[in-house]
């Protein structure tokens, strides 16, 4: 019986630091959702356009990139918490991730990016087409006026 009720103390225990931990979270400062057009034999070029969520405002960006050795066209769909925003100034920049990766066919991806200003996106995208990208790129964010 002892035994038991020790078992039961230590697995409520656990389960309540758990829990503890995951409020313990960060806290995202926002939000975003994107889209992308990828051509790439070489030299890959991607542009697109999205929207921030910010203290309770949407605001559209675009987005240019450049990536060094791609192959393939393709579209990708992003959304994902954005992280250390302080003010709406420091999501403009260039973000990068230092993860190369590949995705055939329509499949999904998780990626986390960073810009000069520490702002950090945590992104979940899925990708139509084929686009190989065995070095690390970078794409620009720019706040539209």
Known sequence: MLKRTLIVVMSLTLVLGAAMLAGAEEK????????????????GVTWGDGTLTYMGKKY?????GL????LGVGDVQAKGKVYNLKKLEDF???????????AFGKGAQ??????????KMNLTAVQEGARLS??????EIKLKK
């Open 134 to 139: 065995l070095a690390p790129g970078g794409m």
């Open 28 to 43: 995202p400062d926002g939000t975003v959702e994107f889209a992308t057009h990828n051509i790439a034999v070489g030299v």
């Open 92 to 102: 403009n920049g260039t973000y990068s991730s230092v993860k190369a990766g590949a």
């Open 60 to 64: 559209k960006f675009s987005i240019k």
């Open 67 to 70: 990536s060094l050795v791609d």
């Open 110 to 119: 998780a990626q986390q990016l960073v810009n000069d200003n520490k702002v």
